[in-house]
């Protein structure tokens, strides 16, 4: 197994973060141009690093070799993150019919949260990027989320960085009752829906206009991302799915 040439083997990977946040954040503004809702708030992605993919590859058992990318399947990770719940099966539905990108395998952790109390929807697609040598596919995971489940996840990822991923019980079932909060609010927030977009609409007209405030939002964001790559909440993110695809997503490659 001859070894890997990281810089040019990732180089893909970060050509699809790159497009992907654009084309994403592309149909936000035009949603808003047309003066319509838009259920993608923020849109934010990073390449995992070389130590995180060789860490996960130990801890999974996987070899580290050119269908890593296959094994670990958010090498490319997006997340857009919505303002309601109701947001969440928009954005699910408008990269199903993208003819850019191919859905393979979706979790849905809104509907049923996982034992942590981390709620959020998941997808794994299929993205061709055009090389020098001409077109690759790659895996990238795109992960959707409200305002309120990135808010609850960024806190247990620093729990989690705090306690080396074994956070005590008692704090553990604080945190699990907090998701628990977290979800009301957001039901909450989902039933007056319209009300809220409404009002909205109508201080955006009268205040800083909101493109420069998301821009500097989603700065912040992609900093957190890249930060939050390798930690150890990595684990109640994405491990229970990794065994099932491992070989299976390789061979449908082939």
């Known amino acids: 197994m001859h070894k890997l040439d990281w810089e040019l083997y990732l180089l893909p990977f970060e050509q699809a973060v790159e497009e992907i946040k654009v084309k994403i954040k592309n149909i ?26 060789y860490n996960k590859a130990n801890r999974l058992q996987f070899p580290i070799d ?9 090498i490319a990770g997006i997340r857009v993150i919505c303002q309601f719940i109701d947001d969440i099966p928009a954005v699910v539905e408008m990269i199903r019919k993208r003819g850019d990108m191919r859905v393979y395998l979706e979790k849905d952790y809104v509907s049923t949260p996982k034992e942590s109390g981390y709620r959020g ?33 960024t806190i247990e990822h620093s729990l989690n960085y705090k ?14 009752e907090a998701a628990k909060a977290s979800y009301k609010l957001d039901s909450e927030m989902n039933n007056i829906r319209d009300e809220i977009k409404e009002a909205q609409a109508e201080f955006t007209k009268k205040e800083v206009p909101m493109e420069s405030l998301l821009s500097l939002v989603e700065l912040d964001l992609d900093i957190e991302a890249g930060l939050m790559d390798g930690s150890p909440n990595e684990r109640n993110e994405n491990e229970d799915d990794d065994h099932q695809l491992a070989r299976g997503n390789k061979q449908a490659q082939g």
């Open 163 to 176: 306690y080396e991923g074994i956070i005590p019980s008692n704090i553990r079932q604080r945190l699990f």
């Open 66 to 74: 050119e269908n890593i990318c296959w094994e670990i399947r958010d």
């Open 28 to 53: 936000r503004n035009e949603l808003r141009k047309r003066k319509e809702h838009s259920p993608i708030e923020f849109a934010v992605g990073r390449v995992k690093s070389i130590p995180s993919i």
């Open 121 to 153: 929807y998941h997808l794994a697609v299929e993205y061709p990027i055009m090389m020098a040598g001409g077109q690759v596919t790659i895996p990238v995971e795109i992960q959707i989320r409200t305002l309120g489940m990135n808010f609850w996840a």
